[in-house]
T-cell receptor, first 112, second 110 residues
């Protein structure tokens, strides 16, 4: 069966510090991968998605970036965090051609 | 106008009650529809897909009305464990993108 992992589970970072969140998927090959952010009391906002290694599509302009160095690894990064980057970051995967997405446990980020 | 709109609630119902949520979407080209459930401080989990003919999974029934562009979720015989936020989700034709509503919060009381 497929599983998706995210770490860390929680993170407190000062403004201006760098960020690296990691997501890995097991039990499937060539998944579509997604990064979402959910601000407090808000809906999920799609940040990036990837259909293959090195292929990243950005949905919103921001100071975040994403990379996919391996088939089942998706990384979300920032060089300098802003207060507005605080939120719940969720990684998700889907099988190519299928629309149903399955989410990882998420990383709760607080920027102070 | 939001692409997917939901009443945020909360809907506060007693155990055993029947409760219904509606969701409207703005893009008539939308092709696929889902309900996800999200517990407090947890990730969303797929509850059920919504098919054109309507579908049922135990106590849960989902309906789609394309003409009026709304989706509904009916929960019968509510349990305490049904307390959660229910997210309405829409997918565009030939797109990898899911559009999430902000969710409807359900509280089931003893």
């Amino acid at each position: 069966s497929q599983t998706i992992h995210q770490w860390p589970a929680t993170l407190v970072q000062p403004v201006g510090s760098p960020l690296s969140l990691e997501c890995t998927v097991e039990g499937t090959s060539n998944p579509n991968l997604y990064w979402y952010r959910q601000a407090a009391g808000r809906g999920l906002q799609l940040l990036f998605y990837s259909v293959g290694i090195g292929q990243i599509s950005s949905e919103v302009p921001q100071n975040l970036s994403a990379s996919r160095p391996q088939d089942r690894q998706f990384i979300l990064s920032s060089k300098k965090l802003l207060l507005s980057d605080s939120g719940f970051y969720l990684c998700a995967w889907s099988t190519g051609g299928e629309e149903t997405q399955y989410f990882g446990p998420g990383t709760r980020l607080l920027v102070l | 106008r939001k692409e997917v709109e939901q009443d945020p609630g909360p809907f506060n119902v007693p155990e055993g009650a029947t409760v219904a949520f509606n969701c409207t979407y703005s893009n008539s080209a939308s092709q696929s529809f889902f309900w996800y459930r999200q517990d407090c401080r947890k990730e969303p989990k797929l509850l059920m897909s919504v098919y054109s003919s309507g579908n049922e999974d135990g106590r849960f029934t989902a309906q789609l009305n394309r003409a009026s562009q709304y989706i509904s979720l009916l929960i019968r015989d509510s349990k305490l464990s049904d307390s959660a936020t229910y997210l309405c989700v829409v997918s565009m034709d030939s797109s990898y993108k899911l559009i999430f509503g902000s969710g409807t919060r359900l509280l089931v009381r003893p």
